[in-house]
């Protein structure tokens, strides 16, 4: 299952209240399904930085951890995978995202 937040770091590295309690509701349910793993991946428009998206996701990989998902992995994907062609107008703002992905535990 994947969750896709949006405006997480609107006001740029920092993660406004409203997201993370958002952030913090996926941290509970994750606690409540320890089997699940979770991968939080960062998508930016193109052009952005791929140390600043690496530090959002070890951001937002953080706030859900402090809320008890116990396994975590963070991921920046950059603008490798855009909802929209960036070249349209406003795509910008669409392809920037964080995706909180409950990954299907593994039955082995």
Known sequence: MVVTLRDVFARGDEIPA????????????????????LLVVVHSPKGGSAERDKSRAQAAAKVLSEHGAGRVEAL????????????????????????????????I
């Open 18 to 37: 409203a997201a993370r309690e958002k952030l913090a509701s996926l941290g509970r349910v994750a606690k409540a399904h320890p089997t699940f793993p």
């Open 76 to 107: 920046a994907a950059g603008a490798a995978q855009p909802l929209l062609d960036p070249s349209q107008p406003g795509a910008g703002v669409r392809n920037e995202r964080v995706e909180v992905v409950f990954v299907a535990p593994s039955s």
